[in-house]
């Protein structure tokens, strides 16, 4: 983007550097609603400024958190940048909402955020601001630790991601071998992760006294601007689940196991074939990888296909696992630029593909909402980032022949993705359940923990897996989840975005054209609106109900037998 308030070769290298232009918004006199504009617009440069240098030391880190300099730098932002930062926001952010022309914004398009501005200015205590860099600090621990996890078979060396590609095997002994080693490789680090999320409990907690809440889920939900529904809500969405998706859920994981012939179903049992095929191979490399999700995109919206062909010219794609690089995938959305960047761990399996075409659903996204005006505009809330992306996932499906050229190949692909579709929703219900307990119970033991997680397993579990004798693997297995480390109560989103996306799709079939109008200009609103506005836009319900998750749980069940 064109700079109007700081020079085109600015770049960030010290504070000294950075606070005279916060020194000057903040002192800035205005005079006029015109002025006030103005100084959004100035304001919004600096954020989007500062915000893609951290999203670039945070970038370069997690490609290869091996380079000590990469971790220096992202950790000089996190140190010497952010906590400086804090009060200054603060300081803006009540200029605004003292600003007596504050009144002559137009409310359609300024609503949403002076909203949250309010509620970031009531949340603000400047004793929070060491404690979230500690915090910030801590969090980036979980995927340093994680990068180093690597199992050894036949002499390779390789990622835990990798490993698991050996789960649809044909060959059970090997599953069951390689289940082993990558259990045996996570226990070695299990008393570091329970040690590490005890720590961030303690901050996060902390935290949350400081500012007045009794426990840190009621201050999470209010930082991460909830105003579109309550705790309760998320509750009702945990029951919704395990009343209308685990049944079918387990229908499905019976049906596996019989399939299987297995009178024992083991964990390592859940990713194979049952008819005893080869895993799907939809691409080859990364570069296969990006030219088949071009392809695929542009039979839906040669818009998408330009998305993904702007980030490739412009190297904004890391695609394959390899030893060093942190885990997950991720779309980080560059503010300045207004191009993304997405970062995976594909090993050539069919769930990268998926990871690939929600990632790309994330950058549309920020291509979307790129022309908005202010920075704060584009930031958009998960429950809506995450809609895009899931939706995409569904509204691509239709269109996989590039990954997948044989009928029989496609089709069982179909199957895979609504299977994982269903398998999806408990676990999220699960993991958001389980910090609801963990965060209103921040002074429990591991033991405690551990007694949590098997309890709330066993409620969103099908009782189908046998996990006789692997009791311990089960009680930690909430650990390969980052989110509860580095996002806290960043999980539920993707359920509801979830339901979203399944009504979106619903409409695709029925009339693509308009389905595709309708989601585009939802994307297109960025922050501008409300939650239930933007869901709206798209066509859809904002609705997690028992009765509309059962609905939506008809479809997609229906769908699944028509395949």
Not at 121 to 142: C, F, G, H, S
Not at 152 to 178: C, P, V, W
Request: proline share 4%; hydrophobic share 35%; glycine share 4%.
């Amino acid at each position: 983007m064109q700079r109007h308030y700081l020079s085109q070769d600015f770049t960030i290298t010290n504070w000294d550097q950075l606070s005279p232009f916060l020194e000057e918004l903040k002192n800035r006199t205005i005079n006029s609603a015109e002025d006030l504009k103005k100084w959004l617009k100035d304001v919004s440069e600096l954020e989007a400024v500062v915000n893609e240098d951290g999203a670039w030391r945070y970038i370069k880190m997690t490609c290869n958190t091996q380079d000590e300099e990469l971790q220096k730098s992202f950790d000089f932002f996190v140190t010497e940048i952010e906590p400086f930062m804090a009060p200054f926001s603060n300081d803006l952010h009540k200029k605004l909402i003292n600003c007596p022309y504050i009144e002559q914004l137009e409310k359609d398009t300024y609503f949403v955020y002076i909203r949250g501005v309010k509620k970031s200015i009531e949340l603000y205590r400047e004793e929070n601001i060491a404690l979230n860099t500690e915090m910030r600090k801590k969090e980036q621990e979980y995927g340093t630790i994680s990068a180093t996890q690597t199992i050894t078979h036949e002499g390779e060396e390789m990622t835990l991601q990798k490993a698991a590609t050996y789960f649809k095997s044909n060959d059970r002994t090997l599953r069951e071998t390689i289940y082993k080693k990558i259990q045996e490789r996570r226990a070695k680090d299990e008393t570091t992760l329970n040690d590490l999320y005890s720590q961030l409990i303690d901050l996060r907690h902390q935290m949350a006294l400081n500012t007045g809440f009794s426990n840190y889920r009621d201050y999470k939900h209010q930082e991460l601007g909830r105003f579109d529904y309550s705790v309760q809500d998320c509750y009702s969405f945990h029951d919704a689940i395990q009343q209308h998706i685990v049944p079918l859920v387990k229908q499905n994981e019976q049906k596996r196991k019989d399939a299987l012939k297995l009178e024992s179903y083991k964990p390592w049992d859940k990713d194979v074939d049952t008819d005893g095929k080869a895993p799907l191979k939809p691409f080859s490399s990364g570069d296969d990888l990006t030219e088949k999700t071009i392809s695929c995109f542009n039979t839906i919206d040669s818009y998408f296909a330009e998305c993904i062909q702007t980030m490739q010219n412009m190297k904004r794609l890391d695609l394959e696992s390899r030893i060093g690089k942190a885990p997950g995938g991720y779309n980080y959305p560059l503010m300045e630029t207004d191009v993304p960047f997405i970062f995976m761990n594909a090993v050539g399996l069919h769930r990268d593909m998926v990871t690939m075409v929600h990632e790309g659903g994330h950058a549309v996204h920020a291509f979307l909402a790129a022309n908005l005006e202010l920075t704060e505009f584009k930031s958009t809330p998960s429950e809506v980032a995450e809609l895009a992306s899931m939706s995409m996932e569904l509204i691509s499906m239709e269109h996989w022949e590039p990954f997948f050229p044989n009928a029989d190949d496609l089709k069982r692909a179909k199957k895979e993705q609504l299977n994982d579709v269903l398998k999806g929703l408990p676990w999220i219900a699960s993991i958001d359940k389980f910090q609801h307990w963990i965060y209103t119970n921040p002074k429990h033991t591991v033991a405690e923990r551990y007694a949590c997680w098997l309890q709330i397993s066993k409620d969103f579990g099908t009782g189908v897996v046998d996990y006789t004798g692997l009791k311990h693997h089960l009680q930690r297995s909430w650990q390969a989840q980052l989110h509860l480390f580095e996002v806290p109560f960043y999980y539920i989103e993707y359920g509801m975005a979830q339901l979203g996306a399944i009504a979106v799709w619903r409409n695709y079939k029925q009339n693509p054209e308009l389905a595709i109008k309708n989601y585009k200009n939802a994307l297109a609103l960025g922050y501008t609106k409300t939650i239930p506005e933007i869901y709206k836009a798209a066509g859809i319900k904002f609705d997690f109900s028992p009765a509309y998750v059962k609905d939506l749980a008809d479809f997609v069940k229906k769908e699944y037998e028509l395949l």
